[in-house]
């Protein structure tokens, strides 16, 4: 069995993710450096100084700073004071008390009653302000969708009479002020109550004409046509079907901070991946309602993986309202991941993988587990690894997986990956059909932990063990048919009854003795 600790470098990722993009993004010969960086991760505040409110360390997710309080014009500041700087932050607005109230970054704070702001506020609007001892100024606004309970991105740049406020990474007001001059960061909440998280101050800003609106891809390099088949395609928790990003906007990425970036933002949004990216250790978390594909046959990332879902938390046992949900990841190269390539967990739900190269990894390849639900697994070509696919966390954890991990795999090259082809615990059905198998010397299909798999169409080559429900530990259920097994295959040890996918979707079983030529030519990347 395998337990894995969770990873804490949240804040060196958003670190060097922002340092990254204020790089590209910066005027001839400048350079950044992180001025300071606080994630709450330690349990503290240390360094924090507050008017109003009431603020202390929380786990929303993970550890951030909150300000409960609604009846009170609240800050908190930090720092040692800058002139320039660039003052980030993900904040969630919780409540607001009256009219026109925001949640806010602040910069160039020389109290808590002078500093400039950028503030979402419940109007309906982003406003970027400042504060000389009175009431809020305005200074520029925009029309936005501000939800409570929502996680944005706020930065705030101030560069001699210059100020810019970017939303999730893109620019939405500007103003030009001359009255601030230095000071320190900090947090706001103008009789309004939020989360703050991931505060990160930097001395370099964006360009001199940043965009204001994401910068589509040219016209006819990066699509992702079709829906899936299987159990992303199934009408249930909310979500009917897959769609992805659908309905948002398309921007391509080339770095490792354009796409950590953007696959963190709230809201719809295509991704098109073009090239092989390099990113920061470990797992970076992709938000809901996305869509990431690769732009032809050579385009994926390197060096760490992609995390759908929330912290994991045993006391969580029911699919929560903000589980992640309704991603597509397709035509994407994966490689020397340092962690799993692909993590899918804490009850995410309606997850397309499709058509990908995955290899050469630490752990798992696609790894899905602690209640997610409602996942295709389709068209990828798995190779160079060991521990190719796991399903369920644990042999201990049924009371997050029983009656959940419904999962499909169709259409997969399983080329000489040895275990994980894949191994699952508690799921039902698990359906596993028309994908090829070769060589895979320790076992193909391992269905365990009281797990049921309906086994059938594959093509089996040289594999001693293709199906069992007595690999490991406590044993499952499986029900093999209508599959091939060539060159000293075994034969499948299966027992026991399994609910049967057709009552869940509608699919169509390829003649098991095509599937190895279908396979082989059409999975992987470059095929869609």
């Known amino acids: 069995m395998r337990r894995r ?28 450096a992180t001025l300071f960086g606080d994630d709450f991760e330690d349990g503290n505040s240390t360094g924090w100084s507050t008017s109003g409110g009431s603020w202390s360390v929380v786990t929303d997710g993970s550890r951030a700073y909150r300000q409960s309080g609604t009846s009170a014009d609240s800050r908190a500041v930090a ?10 932050a993900r904040v969630k607005p919780i409540a607001f008390n009256g009219a026109n109230r925001h949640v806010a970054v ?26 000389t001892g009175g009431g809020p100024v305005t200074l520029a606004t925009a029309a936005a969708t501000v939800t409570a309970g929502t996680w944005y991105t706020l930065r705030l740049e101030a560069f001699g009479t210059t ?55 040219p016209a006819g390099t990066c699509s992702s046509p079709g829906t899936p088949t299987g159990f992303a395609s199934v009408n249930a928790w909310g979500q009917n079907g897959t769609t992805g990003g659908a309905g948002g906007p398309t921007v391509e990425v080339d770095t490792a901070a354009e796409l950590i970036s953007a696959i963190g933002q709230s809201g719809p949004l295509n991704i098109c991946v073009r090239g092989m990216i390099t990113v920061p250790t470990g797992m970076h978390n992709v938000a809901s309602d996305k869509t990431i594909v690769g732009v032809g046959g050579g385009s994926g990332i390197t060096g760490g993986g992609l995390n759908i879902g929330l912290p994991p938390d045993d006391a969580v046992t029911a699919p929560p309202a903000d589980a992640v949900h309704n991603v597509i990841i397709r035509n994407l190269t994966f490689t020397k991941a340092t962690d799993d390539s692909i993590n899918v967990q804490m009850f995410s739900h309606h997850v397309w993988i499709d058509h990908n190269d995955l290899s050469g990894g630490y752990d798992g390849l696609i790894d899905i587990k602690r209640g997610s ?8 070509h798995t190779h ?6 796991l399903l369920g966390h644990d ?58 798999c309906v086994v059938e169409g594959n093509y089996f080559e040289r594999v001693e063990e293709p199906v069992s429900n007595h690999y490991a530990g406590p044993a ?26 057709s009552s869940y979707y509608g699919y169509s079983l390829d003649d098991p003795n095509t599937v190895k030529a279908a396979v082989t030519a059409g999975s992987g990347v470059g095929k869609i």
């Open 5 to 32: 600790k969770a990873r804490k470098t949240r804040l060196a990722i958003a670190a060097l993710a922002a340092a990254m993009v204020t790089a590209i993004w910066a005027m001839p010969g400048a350079s950044a």
């Open 163 to 217: 100020l810019r406020g970017f939303v999730d990474n893109v620019a939405v007001v500007s103003a030009s002020d001359s009255t601030i001059g230095s000071g320190r960061a900090g947090l706001a909440g103008y009789y309004a109550s939020a989360s703050f998280d991931d505060v990160l101050v930097t001395d370099v800003g964006g360009p001199t004409s940043p965009p204001t609106t994401p910068t589509p891809p």
């Open 384 to 389: 160079n690894h060991t521990k190719n696919m």
């Open 395 to 452: 042999d201990s954890n049924g009371a997050q997986d029983i009656g959940r991990l419904k999962v499909t795999y169709h259409h997969n090259w399983f080329d000489r990956t040895p275990q994980r082809n894949p191994r699952v615990r508690f799921g039902e059905p698990v359906h596993v059909f028309n994908n090829y198998y070769v060589y895979n010397t320790d076992v193909g299909v391992a269905c365990q932990a009281n797990a049921g």
């Open 373 to 380: 639900s409602y996942v295709t697994v389709s068209w990828n």
């Open 476 to 501: 499952g259920r499986c029900v093999a048919r209508n599959n091939v097994f060539v060159d000293e295959s075994g034969a499948p040890d299966c027992s026991g009854s399994v609910q049967e996918p």
């Open 79 to 88: 720092g040692t004071g800058w002139t320039d700087q660039a003052v980030q």
């Open 106 to 131: 602040v910069a160039r704070a020389q109290s808590t009653s002078s500093y400039y702001f950028l503030g979402l506020s419940n109007a309906g609007s982003v406003v970027l302000g400042k504060r």
